[in-house]
């Protein structure tokens, strides 16, 4: 008989807590001792609800303007139809190089690795992505990193998604495995909100082999507010950090969410605590369904006028955009108006 491993047998608890994430609004209202008529009856469910236990742990019990339930919960707004907000709004279907591969920018291309993601976040700019014709299976792989072979331009690749830590480690290390087997890469990057959403994706087996191959690692996690940053997910954070993983974060700006000062420097305060530096704030991508999250570019521009002028310079992340076709993330920068000051005392 083949023993079970121990670190199988750890690999499956992380994936059992995936199969279990709430996807019913109404069991979410119960878990947070919320009325049922908090839920959204007009809400379209095509980008169904997803959250798992861990992140649902985090929410403030009946507070139904909880920063984390409100990126998670659907909501009837989501079905108006603005102008400007599009299907695929920073042009990725244009830029698929090869299928699932993106390259857009000089020296990185990004590599759809995974499908899903353990949490659903509303404004997500990539809810109406054809997953299934940028389709990640280990056999379309070959074609991407053909690709990637084939263009000596390229030193990073960035694994994106859906989740790439989603994938099984045997997969994940395979990969990464034949990326280093090409001469001209010098780093890889995963971009992942696992370690935040699901802190115990960070186990032995993941530790095994992060950071432990020829390419540089970098980690660039995903978080809006410092709520999502409780204990067990600072040890996981610290745990990448000691395999030698550099470590990033980027955050979206949302209405409601975390749009005010005293919200982003802790946020920048905590994830600093926790080895993490912050890299972008992101203006909201317009894709459709996500309109009520906006905050205007001018209110952005005061509120990071005014982070910076009250943390040290490596807390301030960087305010861009996604433009399309553009070569780069566009900077926001700008002057602050007199009005925007007195509007910002809070
Ligand atoms: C954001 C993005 C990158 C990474 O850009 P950096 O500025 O290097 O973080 C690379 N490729 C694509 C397609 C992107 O959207
Ligand atoms: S983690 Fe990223 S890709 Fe996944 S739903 Fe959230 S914003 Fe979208």
New binding site residues.
């Given amino acids: 008989m083949i023993p079970i491993k121990a670190e199988l047998l750890h690999t499956a608890s992380w994936q059992r807590e995936m199969a279990r994430a709430v996807t019913d609004p109404r069991e979410l209202m119960r878990r947070l001792e919320l009325p049922d008529s908090a839920v959204d009856r007009m809400a379209n469910l095509d980008f169904p609800l997803r959250v798992p236990e861990s992140f649902i742990a985090r929410m403030e019990p009946g507070n139904p303007r909880d920063p984390l339930l409100l990126q998670v919960l659907p909501h009837y707004q989501e079905t108006r139809l603005v102008p400007g907000y599009h299907q695929d709004p920073?042009g990725?279907q244009a830029?698929m190089a090869v299928p699932g591969v993106?390259?857009?920018?000089r020296g990185?291309?990004?590599l759809i690795a995974a499908a899903s993601c353990a949490l659903h976040c509303r404004y997500c700019f990539r809810r109406h992505f054809p997953y299934a014709e940028a389709n990640p299976k280990s056999e379309q792989w070959r074609g991407a990193l053909d690709y990637i072979a084939g263009d000596s331009t390229v030193n990073e690749v960035?694994l994106s998604g859906g989740d790439p830590l989603l994938l099984a480690d045997s997969r994940l290390s395979m990969l990464i495995g034949r990326l280093e087997a090409i001469p001209h890469l010098r780093r890889v990057r995963i971009h992942t909100r696992l370690p935040v959403v699901l802190p115990s994706r960070v186990n032995k087996t993941l530790l095994r082999w992060l950071g432990k191959g020829r390419l540089q690692v970098v980690m660039?996690i995903h978080t809006n507010h410092p709520n999502e940053l409780d204990e067990t997910v600072h040890v996981a954070l610290q745990k990448i950090a000691t395999a030698g993983v550099t470590l990033l974060n980027q955050s979206v700006l949302l209405k409601g969410v975390n749009d005010r000062v005293e919200t982003l420097n802790e946020l920048s305060e905590i994830l600093f605590s926790a080895g993490v530096l912050p890299?972008?704030l992101h203006l909201l991508d317009k894709v459709q369904g996500a309109a009520h999250f906006e905050v205007s570019e001018e209110r952005a521009l005061s509120l990071v006028e005014v982070m910076r002028n009250s943390l040290s310079g490596y807390l301030v992340p960087r305010l861009v955009r996604?433009r399309q076709g553009a070569p780069?993330?566009q900077p926001i920068s700008g002057m602050l108006r007199r009005t925007d000051e007195i509007r910002l005392d809070i």
């Fill in positions: 920073v990725d830029s993106i390259h857009k920018y990185r291309v990004l960035i660039v890299y972008y996604e780069a993330k």
